[in-house]
């Protein structure tokens, strides 16, 4: 084990109902970024992510999808372009992954469903109650805001089954006192708010088992039962480290876990019902839950269903995903809502990453080409006007680590920022362009060199958590190699060795140009929200049958278009003069512009409804309708006229 001892971290365990958006990449990125500072720092780092496999809004979508659940979920989850992917591209470096479909957790919830019964604290009953079924969530009247779900706002369905429940209420005195004392739960701010919500109006037991779908960890000892997915889901964190099975192991080492990161929204589950459901089963307690905000867009949640998403892959792959992972962590204070936005992203790329720490790097690695050829010469001469630059970014270390321990990550950015912003200063009240005029000013030239290449130096060791390749691309341009790379050498000034030799490289953060970016982007989320609508969606079949008779009132007929013409002062209507074979003209008014042009249907054979009572329409008659054919095209409603062959003759009726 690590002299610095073991360090535990999590995300939740994602649902793989759909892909994943920036807002889980968001809550994964800042879980990575912590775990590989915690590594740097010297800890042996255990750090867990994984899926959330069951449960009946995974049923249902399956179901909907034409395949099983479990091909649903290998899908979304193994599948091309799914999370696992997602994770790679985005470079998590998680030890572990759980799927909770995995043969060692299902069992290992079995047995905890078990010990759990066995002690008395879960016990069956009568689950009568409102239910969310997207949330997988009870809720009790008095939770309800406006009749919906109080996390989604969604619709929520009364149910009722037989079912087991989970002594909460007994546990409610021990969870109230560990949430009062110490540092369980932070933002500070998330205790008051589940202390009001949940454990003053009383604490009621918790349903843990359900009856009406089959995809859940079955009840061993009553079949037709399933686990309620979130006593399935929050063992995750025990299972992942073999707690009662023999799949996995790290559960001497690793448990209790130093932190759990989640959402705010799940930060009740992860406080309140978790804590007692290790006391239940005489486990330690986790040290910490740490409730992070939510990225939001154009103010609201990001959602599949509001069709608000934004791809994450989209943007890494266009910026570079260390450019993504700096600005989520750079953007948002880790504890509360942010506003994404693609014209926060770019400009935060542009200002801190292409021009202050890109610009540093490359106008630094440039001069040392061009002044020394690459190398650093011994002799020296050093000024009073370097000591601020050399004491920030000696002391830079320090701050950073006290607010990188509180998971200020922002706020350790903007230190380090502070440095880099220094440095960019130091060369101008420097000008080294006139130093290197004066073959005798050659000593202060490589002092002012060196003191920015440590000051690079330090500044990239600290940044590495946050985007790791381009840091490693960043020490090879100036020739810090491995052993200078480090935590420790990050307090320490003067680790480059006096003669570093710098490199040639390509720009790490190429400048992006916002306004052709964000045309760009809009188009390309666009398409992607297309993409990911059904292609194809047909109205259902009427269930309800009509009489033959009924059907041959329906007058259906040939007609030939005579002409054709926008009606004015409507976007929609067309105008049209049919032969019906009798001998007159028949005018019908049809809302089909949007698809056709008028001039482009003048001849053509289509069927109309001739026995319809007249309509009016912007004063015009009508008698009768055009058949079409109506669909949906992802997400957009297309209209195709029905056209007959051209021998067929204008009167001929349809049957
Ligand atoms: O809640 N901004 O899974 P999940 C920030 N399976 N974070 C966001 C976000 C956003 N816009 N949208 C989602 C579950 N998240 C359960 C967890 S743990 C035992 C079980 C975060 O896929 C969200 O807050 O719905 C949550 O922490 C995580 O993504 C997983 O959400």
Same mark, same amino acid.
């Given at each position: 084990m690590s002299e610095k001892g073991t360090f535990y971290i999590t995300t939740p365990i994602y649902y793989p109902s759909d892909k994943l958006h920036i807002g889980h990449t968001y809550c994964t990125v800042a879980t990575d970024t912590i775990a590989r500072y915690k590594r740097m720092c010297g800890y042996d780092v255990m750090f867990l992510t994984g899926t959330d496999e069951h449960g009946q809004k995974i049923e249902e979508k399956a179901k909907a999808a034409g395949m099983t659940p479990q091909q649903f979920v290998d899908n979304i989850v193994e599948g091309k372009g799914g999370i696992l992917d997602l994770w790679k591209l985005m470079n998590i470096s998680n030890d572990r992954f759980i799927r909770t479909t995995d043969d060692y957790h299902v069992e290992g919830i079995q047995r905890i469903f078990k010990k759990m019964y066995d002690n008395g604290d879960i016990y069956k009953g009568k689950y009568s109650g409102m239910y969310c079924t997207p949330c997988e969530s009870f809720w009790t009247e008095s939770q309800l805001v406006d009749g919906k779900c109080p996390d989604c706002g969604r619709e929520v369905k009364y149910a009722e089954e037989e079912a087991y429940f989970f002594r909460l209420s007994k546990y409610a005195d021990r969870v109230r006192e560990l949430l009062l004392t110490g540092t369980f739960l932070e933002p500070a701010s998330r205790v008051n708010e589940m202390i009001k919500n949940f454990i003053d109006p009383g604490l009621e037991d918790l349903c843990v088992s359900r009856t009406s779908f089959t995809w859940g960890v079955p009840v061993d000892f009553d079949p037709g039962h399933v686990v309620y997915v979130w006593v399935d889901a929050l063992f995750n964190y025990l299972t992942a480290l073999g707690y009662m099975n023999e799949g996995r192991d790290g559960k001497e080492k690793y448990w209790p876990a130093d932190v759990h990161m989640v959402g705010k929204e799940i930060v009740r589950f992860h406080s309140i019902i978790w804590p007692a459901m290790l006391m239940s089963v005489g486990e330690p307690l986790p040290k910490k839950v740490f409730g992070h905000g939510w #990225?939001?867009?154009?103010?609201?949640?990001?959602?599949?269903?509001?069709?608000?998403?934004?791809?994450?892959?989209?943007?890494?792959?266009?910026?570079?995903?260390?450019?993504?992972?700096?600005?989520?962590?750079?953007?948002?204070?880790?504890?509360?809502?942010?506003?994404?936005?693609?014209?926060?992203?770019?400009?935060?790329?542009?200002?801190?990453?292409?021009?202050?720490?890109?610009?540093?790097?490359?106008?630094?690695?440039?001069?040392?080409?061009?002044?020394?050829?690459?190398?650093?010469?011994?002799?020296?001469?050093e000024a009073p006007e370097d000591a601020e630059l050399i004491g920030m970014a000696s002391g830079l270390r320090e701050k950073y680590q006290k607010l990188m321990d509180t998971f200020q990550t922002q706020a350790a950015l903007e230190e380090v920022f502070k440095v880099i912003s220094r440095a960019n200063k130091y060369i101008d009240e420097n000008a080294p362009w006139v130093l290197a005029k004066d073959?005798?000013?050659?000593?202060? #030239?490589?002092?002012?060199?060196?003191?920015?290449?440590?000051?690079?130096?330090?500044?990239?060791?600290?940044?590495?958590?946050?985007?790791?390749?381009?840091?490693?691309?960043?020490?090879?341009?100036?020739?810090?190699?491995?052993?200078?790379?480090n935590w420790d050498s990050a307090a320490v000034w003067g680790s480059l060795p006096a003669d570093v030799t710098v490199k040639k490289g390509d720009t790490l953060f190429p400048r992006i140009d916002l306004n052709k970016e964000l045309a760009e982007l809009e188009k390309l989320e666009e398409e992607a929200r297309k993409a990911a609508l059904p292609p194809l969606e047909i109205e259902p079949q009427l269930e309800e049958c009509v009489d033959f008779d009924t059907f041959l009132k329906s007058d259906f007929r040939v007609v030939k278009v005579k002409s054709c013409e926008a009606v004015k002062k409507s976007d929609r209507l067309l105008k049209f003069i049919l032969d019906d074979g009798t001998g007159k003209d028949r005018q019908i008014l049809s809302g089909i512009h949007k698809w056709y042009k008028p001039e482009d249907l003048v001849g053509k054979t289509l069927v109309a409804i001739v026995n319809l009572p007249p309509r009016k329409m912007m004063g015009l008659e009508s008698n009768g309708m055009l058949i079409s054919a109506v669909h949906k095209e992802k997400g957009e409603e297309c209209v195709q006229l029905i056209m007959a062959d051209d021998s067929m003759p204008a009167g001929a009726k349809l049957c």
């Open positions: #990225l939001l867009l154009g103010g609201g949640k990001m959602s599949k269903s509001k069709g608000n998403v934004v791809d994450p892959v989209i943007l890494a792959e266009r910026y570079g995903v260390d450019a993504l992972r700096y600005f989520l962590m750079r953007e948002f204070p880790l504890g509360s809502d942010g506003n994404f936005s693609n014209e926060l992203l770019i400009a935060r790329i542009n200002s801190d990453l292409a021009n202050d720490y890109g610009n540093l790097l490359s106008r630094t690695a440039a001069m040392v080409l061009k002044y020394f050829d690459g190398t650093l010469p011994a002799e020296r001469e073959k005798a000013k050659a000593p202060r #030239l490589a002092s002012v060199m060196y003191n920015l290449l440590e000051a690079l130096r330090i500044c990239t060791c600290l940044l590495v958590p946050f985007m790791p390749d381009s840091c490693a691309k960043a020490f090879e341009r100036i020739g810090a190699d491995e052993a200078v790379r």
